[in-house]
């Protein structure tokens, strides 16, 4: 059974800077691609950034130049830098991982982001 945990969230001012860890049970390597997406509330869950194992990235267009995602083979994590925040950042951030084969979705449980003055 794969498992997700993340862990990073929390409360930061207008401009700062978080960064946000996935942790997968087992190797990343047979993820076809993992990712992070968010939900604000009353919205829904949105695509923020997603590496694939070839190591390519996509960004939602809202994110581009302010966050970077990346990850850390030996460690089987996958970050979120999240620099020049803002408010309408503020959401619960959820990792996600596609198995290679069989495009299975995984998900953690989700970290708060929460940007405010």
């Known amino acids: 059974q794969v498992q997700l945990v993340e862990s990073g969230g929390g409360l930061v001012q207008p401009g700062g800077s978080l960064r946000l860890s996935c942790a997968a049970s087992g190797s990343i390597f047979r993820f076809y691609a993992m990712g992070w997406y968010r939900q604000a509330p009353g919205k829904q869950r949105e695509l923020v950034a997603r590496i694939f194992r070839t190591a390519s990235t996509n960004y939602a267009d809202s994110v581009k130049g302010r966050f970077t995602i990346s990850r850390n083979n030996a460690k089987n994590t996958v970050y979120l830098q999240m620099n020049s925040l803002k408010p309408e950042d503020t959401a619960v951030y959820y990792c996600?991982?596609?198995?290679?084969?069989?495009?299975?979705?995984?998900w953690g449980q989700g970290t708060q982001v929460t940007v405010s003055s």
């Open positions: 996600n991982a596609v198995e290679d084969g069989s495009l299975l979705n995984y």
